[in-house]
C-alpha cells in the first residue's frame, strides 16, 4: 500500500516532497524512517524535485561500446547539467541507467519512456528541441 501511495505521489509531482512523505507516515500511522526506507530504497523515487522530462542514457556494455558516453557528455553540454542534475528550468532530469534490454539498438537515450536508438552525438540537439 505504502509504495503505491509513493507512486501516485512520485507520479503527480515528479518526486516525493518531504512534507507529503511526513503526512503520509501520520495517515498510515507509520514511522517516518519506515516511509523514507521504503522511498530512499527504490531509484525510481526521488526526493529532489525533477524535471517535466526524465531523459535516461543507457549505459550498459552495448551502448558504452558503441559511443554512449560521448552521447551523454553532449546532451549534459547541451543542457548544461551532469547525470543525477535537472536543468535549472526544470524541465529536463537526465539519469544514467545500467541496460534498458535493447543492446542491439545501442546507444539507446529514452525520454519519458520513449526509445531513441542508435543515437549519435549530431542528433542530440534535434532529440531535445522535440521536446520542445
Known amino acids: 500500500m505504502l509504495v503505491a501511495i509513493l507512486q501516485d505521489i512520485q507520479a503527480e509531482y515528479n518526486y516525493l516532497p518531504k512534507e507529503t512523505l511526513t503526512h ?11 516511509v523514507y526506507s521504503v522511498a530512499t530504497f527504490f531509484k525510481a523515487f526521488s526526493l529532489k524535485p525533477r524535471g517535466r522530462h526524465i531523459i535516461n542514457v543507457c549505459l550498459g556494455t552495448a ?10 557528455e553532449e546532451i549534459g553540454r547541451q543542457l548544461d ?3 543525477g542534475e535537472t536543468t535549472k528550468n526544470f524541465k529536463y532530469t537526465m539519469e544514467t541507467v545500467n541496460c534498458v534490454g535493447a543492446c542491439a539498438l545501442g546507444p539507446i537515450v529514452v525520454i519519458d519512456g520513449k526509445y ?10 534535434t532529440l531535445l528541441e522535440s521536446y520542445d
Not at 63 to 72: D, K, N, Q
Not at 116 to 125: A, F, H, N, P, R
Open 116 to 125: 531513441s536508438g542508435q543515437l549519435k552525438t549530431d542528433k542530440v540537439k
Open 63 to 72: 551502448c558504452h561500446v558503441r559511443g554512449a558516453g560521448r552521447v551523454l
Open 81 to 83: 547539467i551532469k547525470p
Open 24 to 34: 503520509i507516515s501520520q495517515g498510515l500511522d507509520v514511522p517516518l524512517t519506515q
